[in-house]
């Protein structure tokens, strides 16, 4: 689908659905919209800026150009990239178990590319 359309038209009724959605789960489940503290707004719009608009756009901008399989693939690399920031911003601790399993994942994403970069768009 994201061939032929460019980006805008492709995210906006996405990322609008999502928050309509979300919206409406707020109001069935009653939780309230205001009354946090202003740095739960910050960090509520900080995880709306970075992961969402930024880094999920982006994977999105790449379905235009890269096969589904490779960036679906490189999706995985998520979770290593929020362990490192969890340990540069919140100094969360990083064990033996973590970095063992981001040296895997991170292999499987450069072979996975590896073995796509002869795909194109259509295959």
Known sequence: MRKGQDLLSYVFPVYSTAGITVILFCLI????FFGYSSSTYLF???????PQLIGHTTFNWALKYLPASVV?????GEPV???????????EGLTSLKMIGGI??????????????GETRET
């Open 29 to 32: 489940f009653r939780e309230p």
């Open 44 to 50: 509520l719009f900080l995880l709306a800026l970075v």
């Open 72 to 76: 679906a693939v490189t999706i995985l």
């Open 81 to 91: 990239g929020s362990t490192l920031l969890a340990y540069s911003i919140l100094g």
């Open 104 to 117: 895997f994942i991170l292999s499987g994403i450069l072979i996975s590319a590896w073995h796509g970069r």
